[in-house]
């Protein structure tokens, strides 16, 4: 099993950055590839960016290229997703996911762990 903890969220204006911690423990040697999703009130949860756990392979939503950056720190467990010229249609929860398998990288379905989400509020 692995757990993954979120942490970062907050109340933001238009513009603003904020970056998001995802604290993974457990069974991380398991771990092929993490990921951000993100599901705004009324909304189904969105893919936002993945990158594999050892390597730097990352991709992004179209929505948010250029803007939003995946890392993570390899000396420790925990991944980032650091969010930076952020609009009001950045608003939801986002969640950290984590999986072992080598499913399609924007399908909900590919993760087996999932954290219990931070509110990214972004105002206009």
């Known amino acids: 099993q692995v757990q993954l903890v979120e942490s970062g969220g907050g109340l933001v204006q238009a513009g603003g950055s904020l970056r998001l911690s995802c604290a993974a423990s457990?069974?991380?040697?398991?771990?092929?590839?993490m990921a951000w999703f993100r599901q705004a009130p009324g909304k189904e949860r969105e893919f936002v960016a993945t990158r594999l756990w050892d390597y730097l392979n990352t991709y992004y939503a179209d929505s948010v290229k250029g803007r939003f950056t995946i890392s993570r720190d390899g000396a420790q467990t925990t991944g980032y997703l650091q969010m930076n010229s952020l609009k009001p249609e950045d608003t939801a929860v986002y969640y950290c996911a984590a999986t072992s398998s080598r499913g399609p990288y924007n399908s909900e379905t590919t993760y087996d762990y999932w954290g219990q989400g931070t509110q990214v509020t972004v105002s206009s």
């Open positions: 457990g069974r991380t040697f398991s771990v092929y590839r």
